[in-house]
């Protein structure tokens, strides 16, 4: 089963995702998150290691595209931002991150979704063809820790 971790402030927001996700996706996650960076940077060493990072560039402790920087060089996994600063596109275009604006998930969650789940697979089907480790495979329904 796939670990998302979901670093974001707003319960709303955690909500929408935790439900588009088990609405939508074909895969079944496992989500934990984190309300701000240094909860994140705490949860990205936790064993066993998220999978996939949802970030939100408008944290408490960070903001921006410095909060994508932040982060960037610890995952050393798939990350997508999700947030309202559509300026933070080009960026996340640049160094390869998925990205999507908020008012797109909301507006088309199934694409929200196909994104993230896309991401995922793509990243660790890399990561088995170039390390010879086996890709993920589904698991059991959509929980939270």
């Known amino acids: 089963?796939?670990?998302?971790?979901?670093?974001?402030?707003?319960?709303?927001?955690?909500?929408?995702v935790?439900?588009?996700?088990?609405?939508?996706?074909?895969?079944?996650?496992?989500?934990?998150?984190?309300?701000?960076?240094?909860?994140?940077k705490i949860k990205l060493h936790a064993v066993?290691?998220?999978?996939?990072?949802?970030?939100?560039l408008g944290l408490p402790d960070s903001h921006g595209v410095g909060t994508l920087q932040t982060?960037?060089?610890?995952a050393q996994l798939p990350i997508v931002v999700m947030t309202g600063a559509r300026e933070a596109a080009t960026t996340c275009t640049q160094t390869g991150v998925g990205f999507i604006a908020k008012d797109s998930m909301?507006?088309?969650?199934a694409a929200f979704v196909?994104?993230?789940?896309?991401?995922?697979q793509n990243y660790h089907a890399l990561q088995g063809m170039i390390y010879?480790?086996?890709?993920?495979?589904?698991?059991?329904p959509t929980?939270?820790?």
């Open 143 to 145: 929980h939270d820790r």
């Open 106 to 109: 909301v507006d088309n969650p």
């Open 132 to 140: 010879g480790r086996p890709s993920a495979a589904e698991g059991n």
């Open 71 to 74: 982060l960037f060089g610890i």
């Open 48 to 56: 066993p290691a998220p999978d996939l990072l949802l970030l939100d």
């Open 18 to 40: 935790r439900f588009y996700l088990r609405q939508h996706a074909r895969l079944v996650w496992e989500i934990e998150h984190a309300g701000a960076i240094a909860d994140a």
């Open 114 to 120: 196909v994104l993230l789940e896309t991401t995922y």
């Open 1 to 16: 089963m796939p670990r998302l971790l979901m670093v974001e402030d707003n319960p709303s927001d955690r909500t929408l």
